[in-house]
Nanobody
């Protein structure tokens, strides 16, 4: 059974950094399509970073230049390095796996497996 476990969230001041981790079991992180999403209260879940099987990445405009997604095949873990954080980045962050090709990567329906999330709070 596929399991994704996020960690690394916390509270930081604006301009700070955090690194989120997504440890996978029964699923190989490298050479697969995965993504990071976030959901703020009252808002839809939105894709922020997408990493393809070949390691290339795509980012939402709102985080481009500040967030970096990466994979570690040894640890079987997906990471999201977040820098220059802003209050509007505050949300629950989720990792997602197993691409569903009828939907765009940034859509909630675009993936089959989800973790439980890790909370990120950025204060001004």
């Amino acid at each position: 059974q596929v399991r994704l476990v996020e960690s690394g969230g916390g509270s930081v001041q604006a301009g700070g950094s955090l690194r989120l981790s997504c440890a996978a079991s029964a699923y190989t992180v490298s050479h697969n399509y995965m993504a990071w999403f976030r959901q703020a209260p009252g808002k839809e879940r939105e894709g922020v970073a997408y990493i393809r099987a070949d390691g290339t990445t795509t980012y939402a405009d709102s985080v481009k230049g500040r967030f970096t997604a990466s994979q570690d095949s040894t640890e079987n873990t997906l990471y999201l390095q977040m820098s220059n954080l802003k209050p509007e980045d505050s949300a629950m962050y989720y990792c997602a796996a197993e691409r569903k090709w009828d939907y765009n990567w940034f859509q909630y329906l675009g993936f089959s497996y989800w973790g439980e999330g890790t909370q990120v709070t950025v204060s001004s």
